[in-house]
């Protein structure tokens, strides 16, 4: 075949077609091709707001520069530099252009080259490490010149913005430089070229970060997008074979090296990560060139396949990938299919049979090719299509890649020879230098058995676009070379002595093994290095030779042996710890799904219900909900069972008795706090209000008593507030002001509280009166009252619908009222009383009710804080009670009266009046509150309640659902809890436990039971339990065992281990995570494992989270930061079933690792 | 090579909860306040490319749980900060009282090389709302009391002085640089070198 090819090539190998088309279409693709880079430069630097000097993106375009700039150079100009061309031309135009020898100079500088360097030396392409710039020192031999220094002045002039003004001057004097019809010499093109850089040049170009840093800040986003596309290759989860990753773990290094060593893992999994993310342009490899749609016919398959080929610039060498289309698009697909749950269930995907196999087997069929591996580049050019065929050092064909038509295997072959440089070449070259001042250029192939037809097809470019023929260039490593020609020595020497044969494994395993026996055997290559084979000693001493190979072999015999031993030792230590420490995570018995998948339908629970209303199959239930899920409609009546509020197999009735009592218990907690919650506001006004004089009076004057010392700021504070330390805020009158609606349902109740307060600093008063005495009467009074009231509040709620909260709340109200009004000698008390309840029954009346004495003095007071608080200033009048206080809810004016008339003297003579222990003595909640509730509690419950409010105003406010109503039946959930649990008293994260039970229940009290019986697991979660602690060891021992890899790279990076970024998954139950819909899914499943599998179903959902974003996180190596910002990016945007799934999956993997003894 | 140089800078922003902690980091980093914030869990943290004194520097501003239950949490996240931003509301006094606690725990937990000339910055926030409490004459004098600490009066809704703030607080934190590098490093990562050396021992062991 080779053989007709020839002849056809000699046959049409004469010129064909006139020069202009292909140059102008080339000159076309290049100035197309530095658009295309400086487009994408631009947008970087828009969303970056600078760009990185190691980007990307800047190399890119500097290789696109540099190819307009290279096309049509002249070669005579520049003297006897022939590769560097355009570095030459730089130097030689800085004699003309300033700014040319401004960069020159820069240049000259950069490459850190020594005086003692020769002019010439310095001109060729700079292959020594630039200090500035090159952040890998090209030490060895075999490494290329770093690609950061191969565009050097393209660099150094973009970076100091004299690029443009440098190609303008080519542009302006192309005729000294280069050929007629070059591109920089063409009246068009040459200045768009330089006008195209115009932009670049005005950038910022910063080098602030370290490379490494550069490439893992893409926000969450982007790294799951760039994810996506790599998932399909990607190693199978390794999850899924924990012994193999064990192994793994236990000597990590020794197979990493070899991997490295043998250079050709492709189907290794790490090797896999790599290629996707080095068909991107990144800071290990410079991507070269790339076209699509070039078609290779891979083994098994028919008809070629288009793909993707790209030519990589690596540390190791050219690297030449194929990548079919299939794999290229694979996921774009999914993506359009669904975007929402595009990432992580492409993720997911991966773990199921059907998609990967297919993944699969294209992976099989991309194409890596190392170019040094190769010997011979064989081009066979057809009508039809352009192939290139490369042969390996072993003389066995690579797959065909057939290049389009159109000049595309040209440009790939000149990509390649520059890449090859300054170590390799192409043999012949591809660039004649021969034609002498004329425009040959490229498109010149020689073809190497006919050198007279090269000669003429040197002549005309169109040659390449017309002709048939065969073309063989041999790629020649100079670097290479010698040691090729050692090895082969060496391999014939081998073939003389057989046991020489497992050297290769030897030296990449034996990392532990003598010395001695690895020298033995390392030592003839070494000294083949140095150029002279040692051939002498083996025909001398065959024996002795055998002898210590023999020995070698023993020796790696045994620690072959002795490795695997050691090995299955540890590994059956570990499972052991292994089984100890988990087997208290999951339940020993594995429940299976047969069925359960539809989860519990309407249908499912009509039909489990039996005739009293009783469900009594709870396993089902339980199985059902940890498979399926609940049908969202049904959820409201089955999560009480999930809960365990319900018992299964309670009756209806049973139920409905337990809703009510429930009910009333929670009313009557209410009451309570609600009592001690209007004493901490009338704290608070009075705080506030103090702090409010302090404001005004500082304002006013200067006080020179706050000069000396800031310690006195506080202090100065103190003595004001002092009676009431913790609990003074002013947030409440915020509150009023920002909710002017508080809705009369949720308040209501309050105010027969109010009303006792009252009733008690009436009597504080009178007893003041007379002379502070008799305190222990009013207690016992206060505290009879008290139980009155409670008892009759018990019997009224018994007697009251529960449903009608409106009602049994009035009902309380007029309770309330008849209890002060039994009171003795407070007729006018009651009076008021009643006035102020009527007043929040017709918010109307307020103004038109006869205000008694005391009322009318009581609203003067109170208006005195609200007043201050709008910052009015003006002066107090019972005039401004009508003006000010219907702005405000008429039932906080309400409760402000009463409250205040509580407390009258302390507002009323405010604090400059008294000295402080006046005050103190009559606020003294053991006065007011006749010792009902101590001082401690008062102040305890108000940190609470001041916390509560500011949380619960700021939970999901984004929620329709979390309407002022439904915020304030949030709070009063959560203040009841705290109540009832003040040692545990609130803390940041219960609103979010508790929202989404609201948003089920839709009613404050079965809520709040269900969030009891919620929190009696996740109290441990907070601060004062120990269980995140214990959680957090569970999630290390668990990715320990389930993905070492995993594992090991968050051992890398240290404090990982404290998984601080599973923390408020842990705490709020993934509540913040997952959009709400999926919050229920989460919840019902950490509910149902309970009794299905695991008892810390949390852990294995965060694990699922982890392992969706495995690929993620180790191909960014993520540390501790990273990993936290970017699952905080990531909340609510997750696909809960999947993870879901993944987690019952883990749970299963688990129960099975632990079965298998 | 001073380029390669770490140039980031940790910050700390702590104070009592709904003071607006992160509120004004969302103000300086996005240039956006929203009122839909929701109380901060665990810790959360932005960064942000900023120029001082022609230096590029990137801020990694750290959001904190106001409740201070939760400071347990704070050591894995305070170690290594360069400088701590002190958040109250002008609106309330009690937040501001408990700024002397958290510029306390904040030491004892970071335990900063040099404590006192660590670097603080404080943020009298939401000077937007008219029911003023603290004084700004007041906050003035406890911070020249401190050492004279920054002080500004900021409001994250109406991005009042907060970029002036941040600016201070980098400038402030890279005066400290030079002793950020040396908590550049988590120390766990010298344990790991010595487990591996300790395996590569176990390896020579059983090979011979």
Redesign the interface.
């Known amino acids: 075949m080779a053989a007709q090819n020839k002849a056809e090539n000699g046959s049409e190998e004469m010129p064909a077609a006139t020069p202009t088309d292909p140059s102008a279409e080339q000159k076309e693709r290049l100035i197309a091709a530095v658009k295309k880079e400086v487009k994408q430069l631009m947008e970087e630097a828009v969303t970056r707001?600078?760009v990185h000097e190691e980007s990307g993106g800047v190399t890119a375009l500097c290789g696109a520069v540099e190819s307009c700039l290279g096309q049509g150079l002249r070669r005579r100009a520049l003297g006897l530099f022939k590769t560097s061309s355009t570095t030459a031309l730089l130097h030689k135009i800085a004699k003309h252009c300033p700014e040319a020898a401004l960069v020159s100079a820069r240049v000259l500088a950069a490459e850190g080259a020594p005086a003692t360097r020769s002019a010439s030396g310095v001109e060729r392409r700079p292959s020594a490490p630039r200090?500035?710039l090159c952040k890998r020192g090209s030490g060895s031999l075999l490494s290329q010149a770093p690609p950061t220094s191969r565009y050097l002045w393209i660099r150094i002039a973009l970076f100091e913005r004299q690029l443009a003004k440098i190609i303008e001057h080519l542009v302006n004097n192309a005729n000294r430089y280069y050929e007629r019809d070059a591109l920089v010499a063409d009246p068009d093109y040459g200045s768009i070229l330089s006008s195209l850089l115009v932009g670049p040049c005005a950038l910022e170009y910063?080098?602030?970060?370290?490379p490494a840093c550069f490439w893992t800040d893409p926000p969450a986003d982007e790294l799951v997008q760039r994810h996506r596309m790599s998932a399909g290759t990607t190693t199978p989860p390794s999850v899924r074979r924990p012994i193999l990753n064990f192994k793994r773990s236990l000597?990590a290094?020794s197979d990493d090296g070899s991997a490295i060593s043998t250079g050709t893992g492709k189907a290794a999994g790490s090797s896999a990560k790599d290629y996707v993310e080095s068909l991107h342009q990144n800071s290990t490899a410079t991507l070269l060139y790339g076209k699509n749609n070039v078609r290779v016919q891979p083994k098994d398959v028919e008809e070629p396949m288009p793909g993707y080929l790209s030519l990589h610039q690596t540390a190791a060498g050219l690297v030449i990938k194929w990548t079919p289309n299939q794999l290229m698009n694979g996921y774009a697909e999914s993506e359009g299919i669904d975007k929402s749950l595009a990432p992580t269930c492409t993720v997911y995907r991966r773990r199921c049979a059907g998609p990967l196999c297919i993944d699969c087997v294209y992976w099989a069929m991309s194409l890596q090719v190392c170019v040094w591996e190769v010997v011979y580049v064989h081009v066979h050019r057809s009508q039809a299509s352009d192939a290139l065929i490369l042969v390996g050092q072993d003389g066995v064909q690579r797959p065909p890649i057939h290049f389009p038509k159109g000049g595309h295997l040209l440009s790939f072959l000149s990509n390649l020879e520059t890449g090859l440089l300054p170590h390799g070449q192409l043999d012949p070259p591809l660039w004649s230098q021969r034609g002498t001042g004329k425009v040959f250029g490229r498109g010149r192939a020689r073809r190497r058995p006919m050198p007279s037809l090269c000669e003429s097809g040197e002549t005309e470019e169109p040659e390449w676009e017309e002709t048939a023929g065969d073309y063989v260039f041999r790629i020649v490593n100079n670097a290479i070379a010698d040691r090729e020609a050692m090895r082969h020595s060496l391999l014939e020497r081998a073939v003389q002595s057989p046991p020489r044969t497992p050297r290769r494994p030897l030296a990449s395993t034996s990392?532990?093994?003598?010395d001695s026996s690895t020298m033995s055997v390392d030592c003839p290559p070494s000294a083949g290095l140095n150029g002279h084979p040692p051939l002498t000693p083996i025909p001398h001493h065959p024996v002795e030779q055998a002898a210590s190979i023999e020995l070698v072999c023993s020796t790696m015999r045994r620690?072959i042996i002795?490795?695997a031993f050691?090995g299955w030792l540890a590994y059956c230590r570990h499972l052991s710890t292994v089984r100890t420490h988990l087997s208290g995570l999951v339940h020993p018995n594995i429940v299976p799904a047969g069925g359960a998948e539809g989860g519990l339908t309407e249908e499912r629970w009509l039909a489990m219900t039996d005739e009293t209303g009783a469900i009594h199959d709870k396993d089902e239930v339980y199985r059902l909900v940890y498979y399926g899920g609940v049908q969202h409609d049904i959820r409201r009546h089955v999560w009480p069972y999930l809960l365990g509020y319900y018992e299964f197999g309670s009756t209806a009735e049973q139920r409905v008795e337990q809703d009510m009592a429930c009910r009333r218990q929670y009313e009557t907690t209410m009451s309570e706090w609600l009592c001690v919650e209007a004493i901490v506001r009338q704290r608070d006004r009075e705080?506030?209000a103090a702090?409010?004089a302090r404001?005004t009076e500082?304002?006013g004057k200067l006080k020179p008593s706050?000069?000396n010392?800031?310690?006195e700021?506080?202090e100065d504070?103190c003595s004001v507030?002092s009676d009431n330390p913790p609990i003074?805020?002013?947030?409440p009158?915020?509150n009023d002001?920002k909710r002017p609606d508080k809705p009369v349902l949720s308040r209501a109740p309050s105010i027969d509280e109010v009303d006792n307060i009252e009733m008690d600093s009436e009597r504080d008063k009178e007893t003041k009166q007379n002379g502070e005495t008799d305190t222990s009467d009013n207690k016992e009074l206060d505290v009879d009252s008290l139980k009155d009231f409670d008892e009759d509040v018990h019997l009224k709620s018994v007697v009251e619908n529960p449903d009608m909260r409106r009602e049994s709340i009035a009902e309380i109200k007029r309770l309330a009222e008849g209890i002060v009004q039994k009171g003795d000698g407070r007729g006018l008390l009651c009076s008021v009383d009643s006035a102020h309840v009527n007043g929040s029954d017709f918010r109307s009346s307020i103004d038109e009710s006869q205000p008694s004495p005391v009322q009318q003095h009581t609203s003067v007071i109170i208006t005195n804080p609200s007043v201050d608080?709008?910052?009015s200033g003006s002066p107090l009048s019972g005039g401004t009670t009508a003006t000010v206080s219907p702005a405000r809810s008429p039932l906080g004016v309400v409760r402000e009266e009463s409250q205040s008339a509580g407390a009258s003297f302390d507002t009323l003579e405010p604090a400059d009046r008294h000295a402080p222990d006046t005050r103190s003595n009559c606020v003294s909640p053991a006065s007011s509150n006749g010792g009902v509730y101590s001082n401690e509690l008062v102040e305890s419950f108000a940190l609470n309640l001041h916390?509560i409010e500011?949380?619960v105003q700021?939970?999901?406010?984004?929620y329709p659902f979390f309407t002022d109503e439904n915020l304030d039946k949030l709070r009063n959930i959560m203040c009841t809890y705290v109540w009832e649990h003040l040692e545990i008293g609130y803390?940041?994260?219960m609103?979010?436990l508790a929202a989404p039970l609201l948003v089920m229940m839709r009613e404050e009290a079965s809520a709040h039971a269900l969030f009891n019986s919620l929190m009696k697991r996740a109290t441990d979660n907070?601060?004062?339990g120990q269980a995140m602690d214990a959680h957090f060891a569970d999630m290390r021992s668990l990715i320990q065992i389930l993905d070492c890899e995993l594992y090991e790279l968050m051992?890398?990076?240290?404090?990982y281990?404290?998984f601080?970024?599973c923390?408020?998954w842990f705490?709020?139950d993934f509540k913040?995570e997952l959009l709400y819909q999926d919050v229920f899914s989460a919840w019902e499943l950490i509910w149902a494992a309970r009794h299905v599998s695991s008892e810390h179903m949390v852990l294995f959902i965060a694990l699922a989270l982890l392992e969706t974003y495995r690929d993620v996180i180790l191909a960014n190596t993520m540390d501790?930061?990273d990993i936290?910002?970017f699952f905080?990016e990531m909340a609510e945007r997750h696909d809960a079933s999947a993870v879901l799934c993944l987690a019952r999956e883990l749970v299963l993997q688990v129960q099975t690792l632990i079965e298998n003894k | 090579?001073s380029?390669?140089k770490?140039?980031l800078l940790k910050v700390i922003i702590l104070g009592d909860?709904?003071v607006g902690k992160t509120s004004l980091m969302n103000q300086f980093v996005n240039k956006k306040f929203s009122?839909?914030?929701?109380?901060?869990?665990?810790?959360?943290?932005?960064?942000k490319?900023v120029i001082v004194d022609d230096?590029?520097?990137?801020m990694?501003i750290w959001d904190t749980?106001?409740?201070e239950?939760?400071q347990?949490?704070g050591v894995?996240?305070y170690r290594g900060a360069d400088c701590c931003v002190l958040v109250f509301d002008v609106?309330?006094?009690?937040t501001f009282?408990s700024l002397?606690s958290w510029r306390d725990e904040f030491l004892i937990q970071a335990s900063p090389r040099d404590p006192d000339n660590f670097p603080f910055v404080i943020l009298g926030n939401k000077v937007d709302?008219?029911?003023?409490?603290?004084?700004a004459?007041?906050a003035q004098?406890?911070c020249?009391?401190?050492n004279d600490i920054p002080y500004f009066e900021t409001s994250a809704k109406e991005a009042v002085n907060v970029e002036l703030a941040f600016q201070t607080i980098a400038r402030n934190a890279l005066a400290q640089e030079t002793e950020a590098e040396l908590y550049n490093?988590?120390?766990?990562?010298i344990?790991?070198n010595a487990n591996?050396n300790g395996r590569?021992r176990d390896?020579?062991n059983?090979?011979?």
């Open positions: 707001k600078f200090p500035p910063s080098k602030a970060k370290a000597n290094s990392t532990t093994s003598s620690q002795s490795r050691y705080a506030t702090s409010i404001l500082a304002s706050d000069n010392d800031a310690s700021v506080f504070d507030i003074v805020s002013p947030e009158s915020e002001q608080l709008a910052a916390r500011k949380d700021r939970c999901d406010r984004n803390m940041q994260g609103c979010d907070f601060p004062s051992h890398a990076h240290g404090d281990t404290h601080y970024f923390y408020r705490l709020l913040r501790f930061t936290i910002k905080n | 090579m380029s390669r770490k140039v909860s709904g009122n839909q914030y929701k109380a901060t869990i665990g810790a959360d943290f932005l960064t490319e230096r590029i520097v990137t990694q749980a106001g409740q239950r939760f347990s949490l894995a996240f609106t309330a006094p009690n009282k002397e709302l008219d029911n003023r409490a603290v004084s004459k007041r004098q406890w020249q009391s401190k490093e988590f120390p766990d990562q344990k790991l591996d590569n390896g020579d059983c090979a011979c």
